[in-house]
């Protein structure tokens, strides 16, 4: 047990000089902030503004959504928090500058996840929480033991499955390199379609997002359960129980593509 | 002044080529923008299958030619200011370089970020607007005529979008941070420009704060346009609303360069 703390002891410290260094220029702090509360209420905005022309989308009602909306913006924005740092690479890749990061005796993954924490992101994370809880709190639900396990096994399941994803595009940028916006489109194409009821998707889509990138774990498949309504065709919704096996594969292949592609990187030289 | 339209044309050719260079950028780019295209598509097209109302007239067919022509259009239509040479140049204080050079700053900048835009158009555009056709047949104009003005209305829709993304840039002359206030310019702009959903699908209120932006002039008219929704005399109207806007953003960018290089004061010697 002491070793492990003292294993952690080096990332413990680059983390405090990171929250120290974001306090410090305060009012760009704030504006960070702000900006990033402003994206998340945009993209509430649009769901708003949507459900002003209908009252269901693919099955699920506006409280329905709001649960859907909630949850993933939670996982998302909270993975984001603690790894979505990890899309700087192409540019410490492309600068030369990820050596220094070799050289250093602490894994490479460690330190680059603990180069940075985006508290900017707390306000986004704040937006989500609020959704999510006007959701759960409209909704007619039976709340039991199996409902707050489900919640609660959603939530650490949906940030677990988008920092596995956020660490599988961060492995692919060692091929990319100048194709490096390839990764976003399963990165935030996967967080957009997480906030999505998959009913809606065509079937080859709908395959895609719970066989491929399995988002369909994060924030659909949960609400379904525990509303109790049947999924649509390929998606039943005791499916939500097996979030643990989607992110065991999602973190599989994260892990699989991170050391090929550490492997395969040769530096820049110099 | 014939060597000084030479020198714009050189900038233009320089801002496409500044693009073409990266290829599997641009092909990194695509399927992004087919993801988002298909998954918007879905929503969409299954709101218009369960509206309520009139859903603004729109049909499966033309809700799904606004998906994919939007999507075609982004690469082109700069609603963002990341990414911006000019920025780093106004922080670094390089500007002043700039502005000593005989050509016009607000010209240079904005004449690269048109040659930029025009190729977006060959791998972004496109294949997004081929997709669109092949997965669900798109509305398009019936007549000559209705394609010369969707052009037309393309043109200004990128012009005004590039004029304003050169005047938030030049912010940087009073703000040394402007990072958390780009974000905000990128969701404001696309979300009131109909990207994530077509303007007059919007609550009347929000409508009427929308139109009283340029936003929608960048992408909802454009769309309008090409896709026949608007066409004749409606279509005249709405391109010369889009001629004021652009007019404005250009006046815009230059009252700001005027005021910003007074406030610049460059170290050195």
């Known amino acids: 047990m002491a070793s492990a703390v003292q294993a952690f002891a080096p990332y413990r410290v680059i983390l405090a000089s990171r929250l120290r260094a974001q306090a410090a220029y305060r009012g760009s702090f704030v504006a960070d902030l702000f900006g990033s509360l402003c994206v998340a209420a945009t993209e509430f905005a649009e769901l708003w503004a949507l459900f002003h022309n209908i009252d269901s989308l693919g099955g699920l009602d506006w409280h329905a959504m709001l649960m859907v909306f909630g949850i993933g913006e939670f996982a998302f924005s909270v993975a984001d928090l603690l790894v979505g740092h990890l899309d700087t690479i192409p540019t410490y890749i492309r600068a030369g500058t990820l050596e220094a990061f070799y050289l250093r005796p602490l894994s490479l993954l460690g330190q680059l996840i603990t180069s940075e924490i985006g508290l900017r992101r707390l306000t986004r994370m704040g937006v989500a929480v609020a959704a999510a809880t006007y959701g759960f709190a409209a909704n007619d639900i039976d709340w039991g033991p199996d409902v707050v396990a489900m919640l609660l096994l959603t939530l650490v399941m949906g940030v677990a499955l988008f920092s596995g994803v956020f660490v599988w595009a961060a492995g692919a940028q060692f091929f990319l390199v100048n194709g490096s916006e390839f990764t976003n489109a399963i990165t935030y194409g996967g967080s957009y379609a997480s906030k999505q009821p998959s009913s809606i998707f065509p079937n080859p889509l709908r395959v895609f997002f719970t066989f491929v990138v399995p988002v369909a774990f994060v924030a659909y498949l949960p609400t379904l359960w525990i509303l109790g309504l049947p999924g649509p065709e390929f998606l039943p919704s005791w499916l939500a129980w097996f979030s643990p096996v989607a992110v065991a594969v999602v973190w599989s292949v994260a892990w699989l593509l991170w050391r090929v592609g550490t492997r395969h990187y040769q530096g820049g030289g110099g | ?269």
């Open chain 2, 1 to 269: 002044m014939p060597r000084a339209a030479s020198a714009y044309r050189k900038l233009f050719q320089a801002g496409f080529r500044s693009q073409s260079t990266y290829k599997l950028a641009m092909l990194a780019g695509l399927s992004t923008n087919t993801i988002f295209g298909f998954i918007r598509y879905s929503i969409l097209t299954a709101a218009q299958a369960t509206a309520t109302g009139a859903f603004a007239g729109y049909t499966q067919g033309s809700i799904s030619a606004y998906v994919w022509i939007s999507q075609g259009l982004l690469g082109s239509v700069p609603m963002h200011a990341n990414g911006a040479e000019i920025s780093d140049r106004i922080r670094s204080g390089d500007v002043a370089i700039d502005i000593a050079r005989p050509l016009d700053l607000q010209g240079a900048t904005v004449v690269t970020d048109l040659g930029k835009s025009a190729y977006a158009f060959l791998p972004r555009g496109l294949p997004s607007v081929l997709i669109g056709a092949l997965v669900v047949g798109l509305a398009m104009p019936t007549s000559p005529l209705g394609y010369a003005l969707g052009l037309v209305s393309v043109a200004l829709g990128i012009g005004t979008a590039c004029a304003l993304r050169f005047a938030v840039c030049l912010l940087g002359f009073w703000l040394i941070e402007t990072r958390g206030f780009r974000n905000l310019y990128m969701v404001l702009a696309t979300f009131l420009a109909g990207l994530y959903l077509p303007v007059p699908l919007f609550p009347d209120w929000l409508q009427t704060i929308a139109n009283a932006t340029p936003f929608p002039t960048m992408l909802q008219t454009p769309i309008d346009v090409i896709s026949g929704r608007t066409a004749d005399g409606a279509a005249v109207s709405a391109i010369a609303v889009q001629a004021c806007w652009l007019l404005f953003c250009v006046a815009l960018g230059r009252f700001m360069l005027v005021r910003g290089r007074r406030r610049l004061e460059v170290q050195g010697g």
